[in-house]
């Protein structure tokens, strides 16, 4: 299985920060790379795939780059709903796999 | 629009068959894919597998042999069976829609597996 590592795990901002958060594939995965935002209890959201194609409805504040083993996703700026868990996903082979999150919580 | 909730027992015995329904409303689940994953406390997501409506199937080759994907029509319905649970199988278990990436999911069912 191909394993994607994030970081950091966690993450401590401010409304109004900028904040990047770093995925890595075991292997390369071209850019089959989806992120998801995730509070508890809640249904998870998609935002981003294709590495960097915001889904429709998603904030333009959220953006996404990468391809081969390296991906980030950049929120350019803080919103109180943005205070989450945050996860990446390969699709380039099943099983497809995701990172183990990032938990985003406000300073 | 399409929303999906899962639903099931909160509690298996270890050994027994863990069966889960996803119901979808304001929508066919005709030609789709559907899919299973699961998240056990403090972890990530795990992929379970998936359903096309015309029959296929795709599971984790770490769950494969204990998972079946079925789909009702009728019901509008998509079922997860589990069988021989242990306290490893304990989690979150969430349906979604997708090909590759994922955009519409239930909010979770709890699924505890303890004597």
């Known amino acids: 299985d191909i394993q994607m590592t994030q970081s950091p795990s966690s993450l401590s901002a401010s409304i109004g920060d900028r904040v990047t958060i770093t995925c890595r594939a075991s292997?390369?995965?071209?850019?089959?790379l989806s992120w998801y935002h995730h509070k508890p209890g809640k249904a998870p959201k998609f935002l981003i795939y294709?590495?960097?194609t915001l889904h429709s409805g998603v904030p333009a504040r959220f953006s996404g780059s990468g391809s081969g083993t390296d991906f980030t996703l950049t929120i350019s700026s803080l919103q109180p709903e943005d205070f989450a868990s945050y996860y990446c996903?390969?699709?380039?082979?099943?099983?497809?796999?995701f990172g183990q999150g990032t938990k985003l919580e406000i300073k | 629009q399409v929303q999906l909730q899962e639903s099931g027992p909160g509690l298996v015995k270890p050994s027994e068959t863990l069966s889960l329904t996803c119901t979808v409303s304001?929508?066919?689940?005709?030609?789709?894919?559907w899919n299973w994953f699961r998240q056990p406390a403090g972890k990530g997501l795990e992929y379970i597998g998936r359903?096309?409506?015309?029959?296929?199937?795709n599971y984790n080759p770490s769950l494969k042999s204990r998972v079946t994907m079925s789909v009702d029509m009728s019901k509008n319905q998509i079922s997860l069976r589990m069988t021989s649970v242990t306290a490893a199988d304990t989690a979150v278990y969430y349906c979604?829609?997708?090909?590759?990436?994922?955009?519409?999911w239930g909010q979770g069912t709890m699924v505890t597996v303890s004597s």
């Open positions: 979604a829609t997708g090909d590759q990436s994922f955009d519409m």
């Open positions: 304001g929508g066919s689940i005709s030609n789709w894919y």
């Open positions: 359903l096309s409506t015309s029959g296929n199937t």
């Open positions: 292997q390369s995965i071209g850019i089959s």
């Open positions: 294709g590495a960097s």
């Open positions: 996903q390969q699709s380039y082979t099943m099983p497809y796999t």
